[in-house]
């Protein structure tokens, strides 16, 4: 995924900074002036830019154009506005990932002018598309609404105008109990001139507690060639594999839940490896499959040799979020936000190794931001 940065425009009023601080304890997120801190992605740079102080979307972005924050949250009260007049549409990003699908991965709170009667699922102030809010209460005809969105496991509320329209029990809900709790913010382009201001964010208390397991070269400390004589170059943050081989985790796991992002060639060949006994695939081990082959027998995402995963739509060199979890008997995986495979027959309960797996030569993998979660 490129990235790209805006450079700094004409001065225009500090209108976050002035709401700040009347609400002691809270930071702007934008300074009125430049979209310094904030990062254009799947987009032109045009996408996103400031005039008077406020920032717009460009009706040239385009989706799936974003508009990402330069730092992650994970608990927050974020506050702001937005301006509709006529139709509009976009929406507010929480807990979205550096890539893959932000929308699914993470969260999109709706922005949009209709007036629903009943509310639906793509209303304004949304889980878009899931959650329908409890009343629309939204302003379009060229006026701000004022926004608030209270994230704190597992509470998610939402107000908009002073009505809370959203007040959900996260960890309740099927199809959002899975998603990330720690991501970035976002602006959703979809080519309609809606203007934000006055973004501000209180953080809270963090409650995850994920371990690196590899960020820098400095954690190549924590793991060990298994099996193999892979090519294995550790380029700063992105682990770069080719050849047949594994690279195994020093420590042993057995309920867990994994994250980290991959890519690979076309049609390449690996997996990731759990509860093994940190010999490759000379020992027992349960493998999730990487094979990007929408006709494999076990493509990407499946418990190879156990459960074929349904076929998660990722392109060959593009990075994708990959998310494991493993309790007991149960297996989940998640590729950028989707449910590709679930298992609740695994028979080897005991701890074992997590290792990134190599398959052949010329068929590259890189991962990065690989992070790990004991569950009790």
């Known amino acids: 995924m490129q990235r790209r940065h805006f450079l700094p425009l004409l001065a225009a009023p500090c209108l976050g900074r002035e709401a700040s601080a009347a609400e002691p304890g809270f930071t702007p997120l934008f300074d009125g002036q430049t979209l310094r801190g904030w990062t254009v992605e799947d987009g032109p740079p045009s996408a996103f830019y400031i005039d008077g102080g406020d920032v717009v979307i460009h009706r040239g972005g385009n989706d799936p154009a974003w508009l990402r924050s330069e730092k992650e949250y994970e608990n927050?009260?974020?506050?702001?506005?937005?301006?509709?007049?006529?139709?509009?549409?976009?929406?507010?990003?929480?807990?979205?990932?550096?890539?893959?699908?932000?929308?699914?991965?993470?969260?999109?709170?709706?922005?949009?002018?209709?007036?629903?009667?009943?509310?639906?699922?793509?209303s304004a102030g949304a889980i878009f598309p899931l959650v329908a809010p409890r009343l629309v209460n939204v302003r379009n005809q060229g006026e701000w609404n004022d926004f608030r969105i209270l994230s704190d496991w597992p509470k998610l509320q939402v107000w908009i105008n002073g009505a809370m329209v959203q007040d959900l029990d996260v960890s309740a809900h099927p199809e959002l109990k899975y998603r990330l709790r720690r991501g970035y913010l976002g602006l959703v382009n979809l080519s309609y001139p809606v203007r934000f201001r006055n973004f501000r964010i209180r953080e809270l208390p963090a409650k995850e507690r994920w371990e690196p397991l590899y960020l820098?070269?400095?954690?190549?400390?924590?793991?060990?060639?298994?099996?193999?004589?892979?090519?294995?170059?550790?380029?700063?943050?992105?682990?770069?594999?080719?050849?047949?081989?594994?690279?195994?985790?020093?420590?042993?796991?057995?309920?867990?839940?994994?994250?980290?992002?991959?890519?690979?060639?076309?049609?390449?060949?690996?997996?990731?490896?759990?509860?093994?006994?940190?010999?490759?695939?000379?020992?027992?081990?349960?493998?999730?499959?990487?094979?990007?082959?929408?006709?494999?027998?076990?493509?990407?995402?499946?418990?190879?040799?156990?459960?074929?995963?349904?076929?998660?739509?990722?392109?060959?060199?593009?990075?994708?979020?990959?998310?494991?979890?493993?309790?007991?008997p149960d297996c989940l995986v998640r590729i950028n936000g989707e449910t590709v495979c679930e298992y609740h027959k695994l028979e080897k309960l005991d701890e074992g190794y997590i290792e990134l797996q190599g398959h052949r030569q010329g068929y590259w993998l890189e991962f990065k931001r690989v992070l790990v979660k004991r569950l009790g």
């Not at 892979?230 to 943050?237: H, N």
């Open 216 to 328: 820098t070269p400095a954690d190549a400390g924590k793991w060990f060639i298994s099996e193999g004589k892979p090519q294995l170059d550790l380029l700063g943050e992105v682990i770069y594999v080719d050849g047949a081989g594994h690279w195994a985790t020093k420590e042993k796991f057995r309920d867990f839940e994994l994250q980290l992002y991959i890519r690979g060639c076309r049609q390449h060949n690996g997996g990731v490896l759990f509860r093994s006994e940190g010999h490759g695939t000379k020992g027992f081990r349960y493998e999730i499959q990487l094979h990007n082959v929408e006709g494999a027998h076990y493509p990407t995402g499946s418990l190879y040799g156990i459960h074929r995963a349904r076929y998660p739509r990722i392109e060959d060199e593009k990075w994708f979020h990959f998310h494991l979890r493993v309790q007991g």
């Open 76 to 122: 927050f009260d974020l506050r702001g506005e937005f301006f509709l007049k006529g139709w509009s549409d976009s929406g507010i990003l929480i807990h979205a990932p550096l890539h893959g699908k932000p929308m699914y991965t993470g969260m999109r709170i709706n922005v949009f002018h209709q007036k629903d009667d009943p509310p639906n699922p793509q």
